[in-house]
Nanobody
């Protein structure tokens, strides 16, 4: 599976962005997908994940971010609303070759290259 993330950019606090993660592979619909981010000088952290049963979110983004997928388009989305300066980071999507999600980056098998999100006034 190859993943290509896009949709990053610069936005003011309170603004919105939608990230996309386009995937190749015939069995994409069976994979769990995770979103992670790495802020400058910080460790990579979990943002959101979704599988066949639903989605989960980090406390820091709960209620502001929504993950979704379109299996027909082999694309996963991360809608980010009410963005804050602390959301500034490189966001990456990842896929697991199993159908249940994980919060741990080490449990994902495939990674996209990341897309930069900058929230600043």
């Amino acid at each position: 599976v190859q993943l290509q993330a896009s949709g990053g950019g610069s936005v003011q606090p309170g603004g919105s962005l939608r990230l996309s993660c386009a995937a190749s592979g015939r069995t994409f619909g069976n994979y769990a997908i995770g979103w992670f981010r790495r802020a400058p000088g910080m460790e990579r952290e979990f943002v959101a994940a979704l599988d066949w049963s639903g989605s989960v979110y980090a406390d820091s983004v709960e209620g502001r971010f929504t993950a979704s997928r379109d299996n027909a388009k082999k694309t996963v989305y991360l809608q980010m609303n009410s963005l804050k300066p602390e959301d500034t980071a490189v966001y990456s999507c990842a896929a697991r070759s199993v159908s249940w999600l994980s919060y741990r980056a080490s449990e994902y098998d495939y990674w996209g290259q990341g897309t930069l999100v900058t929230v600043s006034s």
